[in-house]
């Protein structure tokens, strides 16, 4: 058996393993989905030629390369102002959280946080009565004053406990 391709494996994985670092979870929604409006991109080549003739001629060339590539879609201003929404309104979402817990303005970890949400009021949606349920509550609550003989799903009680002198019948 040979012991080389072995030893070599473990050394090259353990050499990758300095190198390599670990992924982290991150949050999708504030990123910049995908906004590029172009790239620039230099590169150098180097060709070598051998001529198969008398003289055994070998020529090399070498370039340089720029290249731009602009992404067509829609224009670079409105994809950045579409992301800057978009993060604005996750903030707008979030920033009453922050605000009310008081212990993260002197956490240094969530200092830009802080200062992004400092004067930002949240409203709350004063529409809805505070002793109001959910829509589909209300609505099974007046399907069963409608139809006050039927037993529907989550009721209470809808099996009831037998009498304690209750026999159940015996197998077949």
């Known amino acids: 058996m040979n012991y080389y391709f072995t030893g070599i494996l473990i050394l090259a994985l353990t050499i990758l393993a ?21 790239e620039m991109e230099i590169s150098t080549e180097r060709r070598d030629t051998d001529y198969n003739y008398s003289d055994s001629n070998t020529h090399e060339d070498q370039y340089l390369r720029f290249t731009y590539r602009k992404y067509l879609g829609t224009d670079c201003k409105t994809s950045k102002e579409n992301v800057a929404i978009k993060q ?7 920033c009453g959280r922050v605000n009310n ?40 609550d007046d399907y ?13 009680k809808i099996l009831k406990m037998p009498p304690k002198n209750y026999k159940l019948p015996a197998p077949e």
């Open 18 to 38: 300095f190198f390599v670092e670990p992924a982290y979870p991150r949050n999708e929604y504030l990123n910049e989905y995908g906004v590029r409006c172009g």
């Open 101 to 140: 817990n008081p212990s993260l303005a002197h956490n240094e970890n969530f200092r830009l946080l802080v200062s992004k949400c400092r004067g930002v009021i949240p409203t709350r949606d004063t529409t809805r009565p505070d002793n109001s349920q959910s829509l589909w509550d209300d609505m099974k």
């Open 144 to 156: 069963k004053k409608e139809n006050p003989d039927i037993k529907l799903m989550g009721d209470k």
């Open 88 to 94: 604005q309104l996750e903030l707008m979402k979030m």
